[in-house]
């Protein structure tokens, strides 16, 4: 998926408008003149501001397709569930019929949200083909470091600021996912780890993922320069 799925970024600005809505609620309900907004401010008791520190953490939750949106968003139920008994309770102002609405809707909401396709993306960050640092096609020589030696490693096939793709006969592979290798790739030192073995399919040649682990700032800029010429 190459571009977040346009579901978080409406869930994000839902949240958001909830949480901006709860002073103007108040001001509703105490029929007061917007100049007097500060007055309706002081009037925020404790379940409000939770309402609104909850809703716009979910809001920047969502936005960011955060895993922690899993279990945030029951937390955010139990919020809202509280603040509105409190309102059916005490308020003056409340309809019971419309906050009885409104709390099963978003009770019904977060039961869809946590049962929809989209929480696989949350859940499996490989699904999150957007976050993935753009590849450029650049056949470098690549070499192995092992202590003062080097060897011929292969080519690559793509780069990128996080990564590379090195084109292997994978059938004489001796490493494994999570291995830890010191590469040369054109002229530039990288720790770097297996992070997938590939055969060959439309997309790529047969061969192995690496991931740049603790680069420094030199290799950094040497990496980019690289990769942008």
Known sequence: MTRKPIIFNMNAFLFLAIAISVPFQILLGLEQE?????????????????????????????????RHIIWFLPLCLSVVIANNMFMMKYSPYNDEMITLIATSGFALFTLFTLKSNSLRIVKDPSRQWWRVSTRKRKFLPVNLKLGEKAFDFGRSFDISETGAYVMQDISGFVFKEGDELKLKIG????????????????????????????????????LYRTIML
């Open 187 to 222: 002229d530039i030192d990288l720790d770097a780890e297996v992070v997938r073995i590939c055969e060959m399919n439309k997309s790529y040649p047969e061969g192995v993922g690496f991931k740049f682990k603790d680069m420094s700032l030199t290799n950094k800029i040497k």
């Open 34 to 66: 917007v100049a007097n907004f500060s007055v309706i401010m002081s009037r925020l008791n404790a379940l409000n501001i939770a309402i609104i520190v909850t809703f716009l953490t979910t809001a920047l939750m969502f936005y960011n397709v955060s």
